[in-house]
């Protein structure tokens, strides 16, 4: 049989016995000072495991409806309004469905500044006209320009009757969005100034 620790340190019974006590002394010590403080936070651990996998199982149910979302986004983007190109669109399509709805303009369209808030995104822009027409053509004016599926609305509208009383006039005041474009960064181009020539 191979001989044992205590064998190959050549100790009496009554030393082995006192290893003994002292290493059984120096483990509850390491127990105490590293593992007994540390036994709640096992219990705070799991409690932090359980969560996240709570959250890692929530996120790949999001992510399974993502062909779902995509389509509705597809579906929005078909069926709701579109922001203008460029400033002048709003005031052509206005000028274009007046002319198309037998609306005789007195002035304008005409731009006018607008107290909307914009953003890095799009620009609120509008435009104004004044008018003389019948009742049916200011409803097929108005339904024109909504028929455009663009980010148009009517912000103010004034109606009288004109003098003969056989006709209307009136004001429109429409307001739009347009979307900006992303602004580009010129290239850096240094500046420093040459240095004089050295003279000889």
């Known amino acids: 049989m191979s001989a044992s620790v205590f064998d190959k340190m050549n100790l009496r019974p009554q030393e082995r016995r006192l290893v003994v006590i002292v290493g059984m002394v120096i483990f509850v010590l390491l127990n105490m000072w590293f593992v007994w403080p540390f036994f709640n936070d096992w219990g705070t651990t799991r409690n932090e495991i359980e969560k996240h996998r709570a959250t890692l199982e929530r996120y790949k149910r999001e992510i399974a409806q993502r062909p779902r979302y995509e389509a509705r986004q597809k579906e929005l983007e078909t069926t709701g309004s579109k922001m203008l190109q460029n400033e002048n669109d709003l005031q052509r399509i206005v000028q274009a469905q007046a002319a198309a709805s037998g609306i005789q303009i007195v002035r304008g369209p005409v731009p006018i500044s607008t107290t909307g808030k914009t953003n890095q ?32 609305r009517v912000r103010e509208m004034r109606l009288s009757p004109d003098q003969t009383q056989q006709r209307l006039r009136g004001s429109l005041q429409f307001v739009g969005n347009f979307q900006q474009q992303a602004p ?3 290239p850096s181009r240094n500046v420093a100034a040459a240095a004089p020539p050295r003279k000889k």
Not at 121 to 148: H, N, P, R, W
């Open 121 to 152: 995104f799009y620009q609120e822009i509008g435009v104004s006209l004044e008018f003389t027409s019948g009742g049916k053509e200011v409803v097929d004016f108005l339904v024109g320009v909504a028929a455009q599926n663009a980010m148009i």
């Open 184 to 186: 580009t960064n010129a």
